[in-house]
């Protein structure tokens, strides 16, 4: 029995020696008392066991929950990384590619102007060997044709 079941017995046993001509057995309340010493030892003692236990899982898990917020702190510290390196890589990209438009846009004006130069310089050499074409002719004009 336990403890609270004892002490009710006890109490009810007490009890009898209230009521008029009613009377509690001495012998049987002094063997409810040395077992309530006997058990009382017992519980205490389970009692701190739970206590000990409810103690540890207490502990386990607000290590475990520890060790959940720091991995979590770890994990968004990681991601906030990843997104600053994603930033910066895409600002060299777009700096890069900014570049290689530029570049281009440089050769592609370079060339223009090279073209426009070479067609220039053709263009002066054409005319000047039209001219020689016409001074030729105009001298094979005025050039007498002999008949032999």
């Known amino acids: 029995m336990n403890v609270y079941a004892l002490l009710n017995l006890l109490e009810a046993e007490l009890e009898k020696g ?9 012998g049987k309340c002094v063997d409810i008392v040395a077992e309530i010493r006997h ?64 570049n281009a846009r440089e050769i592609r004006m370079g060339a223009v102007a090279y073209a426009e130069d070479v067609l220039l310089e053709l263009e002066d050499y054409i005319r000047a060997q039209i001219d020689i074409v016409r001074e030729n002719r105009q001298e094979l004009k005025h050039t007498p044709v002999s008949s032999k």
């Open 39 to 102: 058990n009382i030892p017992a519980q205490i003692k389970e009692s701190e066991d739970i206590i000990r236990k409810r103690d540890h899982i207490i502990s386990q898990a607000e290590t475990e929950s520890r060790d959940m917020l720091e991995d979590a702190n770890n994990q968004i510290k990681h991601r906030i990384n990843e997104h600053e390196i994603t930033q910066h890589a895409y600002a060299q990209s777009q700096e890069i590619l900014a570049n290689a438009q530029r």
């Open 18 to 26: 209230s009521v008029p001509r009613g009377r509690a057995d001495l």
